[in-house]
C-alpha cells in the first residue's frame, strides 16, 4: 500500500469535491458533470454534419435551436478541460504521471480495452436513459436534493456492486 | 419616378458582410509553414554553434520532416486555388508590393537547402534511427532513398558542393527561414480591409508561435535528455513571448480606431472569446507552459503532453486567425 501516500486523502477529496459544486451552482448555475459534456460534442458533430436531421431528431433538438450559438458551447465542456488539465498537474505532483494501461494482472492489454469500450456503451447508453452519469445525475442532483440523484445512487452503485461479481476474473 | 440604380461594393457575395474565401486549408497552410520554418532555423542555428553531433535530433533528423511538410502545405494550397492549373504563374512574376509572391518565391528558395540538407544528412539519419528505434519503418524507405541518390547522375556532384559551403549555406537558410516564418503572418496582415489582421505584430506573432511549435515537436521526438532541457526552456521563452505579442496586439487594436476595437471585441466578448482564451492561451500555451517549469523543477512530466498541447495550441490558433479575421471588417461604415 505504499503507493497510497501520493493519493489525496478520500474524505477531503469528498468535501474539496461538495465546495467545488456549491461554486458550480453559483458561478455557472448548473452542477458538475462529464456526460454532458460528451453529449455537446457529440450535439455538435452531429449538428455541422447534418443541421436539418439535428433539428428534427428527439435526442438532438433541444440543443440546436438556437442557431446563432454552438451546443459546444457550454460550462461542461470548459469544465472538462479544467478536468483534465487539473488531472495532469495533479498527477504529476503526486508523480504519477504515465502513459499505461490499468488492469487486472491475468488479463492482456487487448482484453481490458475491449471490455473498457463495451462498459463505457453499456454506462454512454445508460447515462443518457438516466439524463446524467454518475457526476452529472447523482452528484449534481443529490446536491439539490432531487429524488432522482438518490434513486441514480442506488441504481448506479448498487448496480455495480452486483455486476462485478460476474466480472471479478477481470480484475484478480 | 425616377429611379436611381446604386452599384455598391456590398453586394458582393462572400466579400461582404464577411469574406469567406479562406477555409482551413489555408490555416494548415500556415502552421506547415511556420513549423517548417522553425524546424529548419533551429537545424542550422545548432549547426553553426557547432552541435550537430551533440543535438543529433535537431540537427540532422528533425530537418527531414520541413521539406515533406512544405511540400504537403503547397500541395494544398494549390488544391485551395480556384484555377490551379494556373498556380504557376507564380513562379513566373515578382511583385515587390505583394506578400504572396514574396512568399511564394522563399517558399521555393527555401525548399533546396531543405531538402539538400536531408539529404546530406541521411546516413546519419539512418544509423539513428537503426539505434535508437531499430523497428522504425521509415528506415527501409530511407536506405531506399539514399541508395537511389548515390546512383542519380548529378545530384553527388551537387551534394559535395552543398557540403564545402555549408556554413554559408546555413546562415542564407537562417535568414530564409526567419522570411517564411514572418511571411506566414505578413500573408494575413496586408489585408488593410481586415482590421484583425492589419497589425504589423502578426508577423513576429505568427514567427514566434511557428517557432515554439517546431521546439516543442523536436522535444517530443528527441531522445536525449539535455537537449530535451534545452527546448523545455526554449519553448518557455517562446511562449512569454508569445503572450507578451498577444497582449500588445489587443492593445494596440484597442487604442486604434473603431474598426479595429470592433475586431478586438471578436476575442474579447465576442464569438470568439471563449475558443481563443481557453484553447489556445489556456490549454495552447499556459497548462504546457506551467507542466515545462514543474519538469525543470524535477517532476516527471511525459513530454508528449505538453509538446501535443502546444501543437495543437498553434494550429488551433491559426485557425481562428483565418476564421476571425474574415469575421472583422470595417462593418460601420
Not at chain 2, 540537427?59 to 494544398?76: D, E, N, Q, R, Y
Not at chain 2, 508561435?209 to 534545452?230: C, P, Q, Y
Not at chain 2, 507542466?291 to 491559426?318: D, N, T, V, Y
Request: aromatic residues 14%.
Amino acid at each position: 500500500m505504499e503507493r497510497s501516500k501520493t493519493y489525496m486523502n478520500s474524505y477531503l477529496a469528498g468535501i474539496l469535491i461538495g465546495v467545488f459544486m456549491i461554486g458550480a451552482y453559483y458561478f455557472s448555475g448548473e452542477g458538475l458533470g462529464a456526460s454532458g459534456a460528451l453529449k455537446a460534442v457529440v450535439v455538435t458533430a452531429v449538428n455541422d454534419v447534418n443541421h436539418e436531421y439535428a433539428k428534427e431528431a428527439h435526442f438532438f433538438k433541444a440543443r440546436v435551436q438556437n442557431e446563432e450559438e454552438s451546443p459546444i458551447k457550454s460550462w461542461l465542456i470548459f469544465e472538462i478541460l479544467g478536468v483534465i488539465a487539473g488531472a495532469i498537474i495533479s498527477a504529476a505532483i503526486a508523480g504519477r504521471l504515465k502513459f499505461e494501461i490499468g488492469k487486472g494482472p491475468n488479463i492482456s492489454s487487448r482484453t481490458r480495452l475491449i471490455f473498457a469500450l463495451i462498459g463505457g456503451i453499456f454506462f454512454g447508453v445508460g447515462s443518457q436513459l438516466g439524463r446524467g452519469c454518475t457526476s452529472g445525475m447523482v452528484m449534481s442532483g443529490m446536491g439539490v436534493l432531487s429524488l432522482s440523484g438518490f434513486i441514480g445512487l442506488i441504481a448506479i452503485f448498487g448496480g455495480g456492486y452486483i455486476i462485478a461479481y460476474f466480472f471479478r476474473k477481470l480484475w484478480l | 419616378m425616377e429611379e436611381v440604380l446604386y452599384v455598391s461594393g456590398k453586394a458582393l457575395p462572400h466579400i461582404t458582410p464577411h469574406l469567406e474565401v479562406w477555409g482551413s486549408v489555408i490555416a494548415l497552410y500556415l502552421f506547415f509553414g511556420g513549423l517548417a520554418a522553425g524546424l529548419l532555423f533551429f537545424a542550422n542555428f545548432f549547426y553553426l554553434k557547432g552541435k550537430a553531433d551533440s543535438m543529433p535530433m535537431s540537427v540532422k533528423v528533425a530537418p527531414i520532416i520541413a521539406p515533406i511538410i512544405i511540400i504537403l502545405g503547397s500541395m494544398i494550397l494549390v488544391y485551395d486555388l480556384h484555377h490551379w492549373m494556373y498556380f504557376w504563374q507564380l513562379f513566373l512574376h515578382v511583385r515587390m508590393e505583394s506578400p504572396m509572391s514574396w512568399g511564394a518565391w522563399t517558399l521555393s528558395a527555401i525548399m533546396i537547402p531543405a531538402i539538400l540538407w536531408s539529404l546530406s544528412y541521411l546516413e546519419d539519419t539512418i544509423e539513428y534511427l537503426q539505434n535508437r528505434n531499430p523497428k522504425c519503418k521509415l528506415i527501409g524507405l530511407f536506405i531506399w532513398a539514399n541508395n537511389l541518390i548515390k546512383k542519380l547522375p548529378v545530384l553527388p556532384w551537387i551534394m559535395v558542393l552543398f557540403n564545402k559551403n555549408k556554413k554559408l549555406i546555413a546562415y542564407l537558410t537562417i535568414y530564409l527561414s526567419i522570411v517564411l516564418g514572418v511571411y506566414t503572418g505578413i500573408l494575413l496582415s496586408a489585408f488593410n480591409a481586415r482590421p484583425l489582421w492589419n497589425s504589423a505584430i502578426l508577423g513576429p506573432l505568427f514567427l514566434t508561435s511557428g517557432v515554439s511549435t517546431a521546439a516543442a515537436l523536436i522535444m517530443w521526438l528527441s531522445n536525449d535528455h539535455s537537449e530535451r532541457k534545452m527546448y523545455s526552456k526554449i519553448d518557455l521563452f517562446l511562449i512569454a513571448v508569445e503572450l507578451f505579442f498577444i497582449i500588445h496586439l489587443f492593445m494596440g487594436m484597442l487604442s486604434g480606431g473603431v474598426a479595429q476595437v470592433e475586431a478586438a471585441q471578436l476575442f474579447l466578448g465576442g464569438p470568439y472569446t471563449a475558443m481563443f482564451w481557453v484553447l489556445i492561451v489556456g490549454m495552447g500555451l499556459v497548462v504546457p507552459a506551467i507542466l515545462e517549469i514543474m519538469e525543470l523543477s524535477g517532476f516527471h512530466i511525459p513530454i508528449g503532453i505538453p509538446a501535443f498541447l502546444i501543437l495543437m495550441g498553434g494550429l488551433l490558433f491559426r485557425f481562428i486567425m483565418v476564421y476571425a479575421g474574415q469575421a472583422s471588417g470595417f462593418n460601420i461604415l
